[in-house]
């Protein structure tokens, strides 16, 4: 009964580029303007975001099913592309996905570590936006979050 946004969220850190599917995501500021996201604690993700200190969130369409399911594994990223998906560097040098809609660039701010999912505050330093689309909800893709 909790209706959650698909987000691919990319961090760099050093030679290491990833990324992955999420779904819990929310504001939780307006000033400055904040995000939290969990991210599972073992993961790969979790760890380059915790180093790097800086990552990207990426809100996707409604259109973009096919799109999220290269994510869900973190396989192969090069200087170009990630799973197979192209990005470029943005600021704080995050990956930002060329086919997706928008984008936040968030400044690692502070995490809750209790759980097996870090709440993983970040504060929006640039947002950008490709094209306006209706968001892909998890309840539209069939899917269900198991962690």
């Given at each position: 009964?909790?209706?959650?946004?698909?987000?691919?969220?990319?961090?760099?850190?050093?030679?290491?580029?990833?990324?992955?599917?999420?779904?819990?995501?929310?504001?939780?500021?307006?000033?400055?303007?904040?995000?939290?996201?969990?991210?599972?604690?073992?993961?790969?993700?979790?760890?380059?975001?915790?180093?790097?200190?800086?990552?990207?969130?990426?809100?996707?369409?409604?259109?973009?099913?096919?799109?999220?399911?290269?994510?869900?594994?973190?396989?192969?990223?090069?200087?170009?592309?990630?799973?197979?998906?192209?990005?470029?560097?943005?600021?704080?040098?995050?990956?930002?996905?060329?086919?997706?809609?928008?984008?936040?660039?968030?400044q690692y701010c502070a995490e809750l570590p209790q759980g097996d999912h870090a709440v993983v505050l970040g504060q929006v330093i640039h947002v950008g936006l490709?094209?306006?689309?209706?968001?892909?909800?998890?309840?539209?893709?069939?899917?269900?979050?198991?962690?």
């Amino acid at each position: 009964m909790i209706p959650y946004g698909i987000h691919v969220i990319t961090a760099h850190f050093e030679n290491q580029v990833a990324a992955a599917t999420i779904d819990w995501v929310t504001q939780s500021s307006f000033e400055p303007p904040m995000v939290v996201c969990c991210l599972r604690r073992d993961s790969h993700i979790y760890e380059i975001v915790t180093k790097a200190r800086s990552y990207a969130l990426h809100p996707l369409g409604a259109d973009q099913k096919a799109f999220a399911m290269h994510f869900f594994k973190n396989r192969e990223a090069n200087e170009s592309t990630i799973n197979g998906q192209s990005y470029r560097l943005g600021p704080l040098s995050v990956p930002l996905l060329t086919d997706a809609p928008t984008h936040l660039v968030l400044q690692y701010c502070a995490e809750l570590p209790q759980g097996d999912h870090a709440v993983v505050l970040g504060q929006v330093i640039h947002v950008g936006l490709n094209r306006e689309t209706p968001p892909l909800l998890l309840r539209d893709t069939g899917w269900q979050y198991g962690g």
